[in-house]
Every structure is written in structure tokens, then in C-alpha cells.
Nanobody
Framework: QVQLVESGGGLVQAGGSLRLSCAAS????????RAWFRQPPGKEREFVAA????????YYAESVKGRFTISRDNARNTIYLQMNSLKPEDTAVYYC???????????????WGQGTQVTVSS
């Protein structure tokens, strides 16, 4: 059974930092893109960041570029999202995704985590 488990969410003040992790079990995703999406309150799920299988190529939403960094450790079957200079508009449930055939399109991912809440207070 494949599982993606996110951790690292929480409450932080604006300008602060958080680091999310997403550990996969049940199969390896070392040859697939992996990504983070988020769903703000009352809004649809949106792309945040993605990383190629090798970790060499990364992709970001314009709203987080320069503040967030995605990385992966294939030996641990885990990806990370370092979030700096957080803003209240970053408040959302953050989901990791794996097994993708595209980077930015959520429809291209086969596996999803349960989500972790990130709340940024002003």
C-alpha cells in the first residue's frame, strides 16, 4: 500500500519559516517528478512547486518563487519544502504528490498525501 505522509506544518507569524517533509512508503518514486500543492481556505487546490526525478530541475508558482525551495532525497524517498518569508496568503493545507507525468498539473499525479495545515498569522 502506497502512502505519502506530510509533516512540518503549523502556525507561524508572518516573515517566519517552516519546513515541510513528505515521506513515501510502499514503493519508490525515485524516477518520477514529485510536487507540492496547496488549497487555501475556500479556494481550489493550486500548484506550489515540483522537482524532477533527479532533483536538478525545479519549478515554482510565481507567488512563492524566491521564498520557497523544493528538494528531494531519493535514498529516503522523501521530498521537502523549505518555506521562508511566509505571508498570511500562504495559509493553506499543503499536499504532496508523487508518481506524476507532469510537473504543474495536479491531474498528472497518481498519489497524494493527506495534507498538513500551514497557518501564517499577520
Amino acid at each position: 500500500q502506497v502512502q505519502l505522509v506530510e509533516s512540518g506544518g503549523g502556525l507561524v507569524q508572518a516573515g517566519g519559516s517552516l519546513r515541510l517533509s513528505c515521506a513515501a512508503s510502499g514503493r519508490t518514486f525515485s524516477t518520477y517528478p514529485r510536487a507540492w500543492f496547496r488549497q487555501p481556505p475556500g479556494k481550489e487546490r493550486e500548484f506550489v512547486a515540483a522537482v524532477s526525478w533527479s532533483g536538478v530541475s525545479t519549478y515554482y508558482a510565481e507567488s512563492v518563487k524566491g521564498r520557497f525551495t523544493i528538494s528531494r532525497d531519493n535514498a529516503r524517498n522523501t521530498i521537502y519544502l523549505q518555506m521562508n518569508s511566509l505571508k498570511p496568503e500562504d495559509t493553506a493545507v499543503y499536499y504532496c504528490a508523487a508518481g506524476g507525468t507532469s510537473y504543474r498539473d495536479s491531474r498528472g499525479y497518481d498519489y497524494w498525501g493527506q495534507g498538513t495545515q500551514v497557518t501564517v498569522s499577520s
